[in-house]
Nanobody
Framework: QVQLVESGGGLVQPGGSLRLSCTAS????????MGWYRQAPGRQRELVAA???????NYEDSVTGRFAISKDNAKNTVYLQMNSLKPEDTAVYYC??????????????????????WGQGTQVTVSS
């Protein structure tokens, strides 16, 4: 089982900044990609930013230039630095990690089946 723990949400004024963190733990052999999604009331969940194992990133158009995704491979942690926040950024933010579990093979471990896990969500509210 792979668990994700998010932190860093809160209330901030327009133009302010927040940094979200998400740490994955459990039986992880490798991570293929990590991403942040958000869901506002009455709207579908949307991808905000993602980063793959090679460090390549992609962003939703409305956050390009304001948000930055990064990761710490040693800690299995992904970050989302959010600057110049706007009221329309208000949403619950979810972390997603896609990877492969560890599988026992004799006295060692090999790549096991794939997983895709979600964090519990953290509320970000941008309001004056």
């Amino acid at each position: 089982q792979v668990q994700l723990v998010e932190s860093g949400g809160g209330l901030v004024q327009p133009g302010g900044s927040l940094r979200l963190s998400c740490t994955a733990s459990g039986s992880i052999f490798s991570i293929n990609a990590m991403g942040w999604y958000r869901q506002a009331p009455g709207r579908q969940r949307e991808l905000v930013a993602a980063i793959n194992s090679g460090g390549s990133t992609n962003y939703e158009d409305s956050v390009t230039g304001r948000f930055a995704i990064s990761k710490d491979n040693a800690k299995n942690t992904v970050y989302l630095q959010m600057n110049s926040l706007k009221p329309e950024d208000t949403a619950v933010y979810y972390c997603n990690v896609d990877g492969n579990r560890m599988k026992a093979w004799g006295s060692t471990w090999i790549k096991g089946d794939r997983f895709s896990s979600w964090g519990q969500g953290t509320q970000v509210t941008v309001s004056s």
